[in-house]
């Protein structure tokens, strides 16, 4: 079972900044359709951001302008930069990759089964908090 490998993450205060990284390295389809996903206990998983094969990005609403989704296929990396956290973003935050682009996208009837049939990482908690 291929797993990509998070880091980053960790505590932070309002208006604060983190960066996620999640290596791809194990799975070398990752680059077509990469993303990132957050949950909060008792609540479903949501999308963040998504990125393509062609550096196409897509973000969920709240945190367009604020969330930066990046990859850099020469180290196998994808990342999530989160400026003006708000402790509402609090949540474990997972990455996920899936070896096409057809379909890649993080909202629709689709969007579901087509992240469920991709490789996901271990998770990463972040926390917004005074």
């Known amino acids: 079972q291929v797993k990509l490998a998070q880091s980053g993450g960790g505590s932070v205060e309002p208006g604060g900044s983190l960066k996620l990284s999640c290596d791809t390295s194990?799975?070398?389809?990752?680059?077509?359709?990469m993303g990132w996903f957050r949950q909060i206990p008792g609540k479903e998983r949501e999308g963040v951001a998504r990125?393509?094969?062609?550096?196409?990005?897509e973000y969920e609403d709240s945190v367009k302008g604020r969330f930066t989704i990046s990859a850099d296929n020469e180290k196998n990396t994808l990342y999530l930069q989160m400026n003006n956290l708000n402790p509402e973003d609090s949540a474990v935050y997972y990455c996920?990759?899936?070896?096409?682009?057809?379909?890649?996208?993080?909202?629709?009837?689709?969007?579901?089964?087509?992240?469920?049939?991709?490789?996901w990482g271990q998770g990463s908690q972040v926390t917004v908090s005074s």
């Open positions: 996920a990759a899936v070896g096409t682009r057809v379909g890649c996208t993080l909202k629709g009837p689709r969007a579901r089964v087509f992240w469920a049939n991709g490789y």
């Open positions: 194990a799975y070398t389809r990752a680059r077509y359709c």
């Open positions: 990125i393509d094969g062609d550096g196409i990005t």
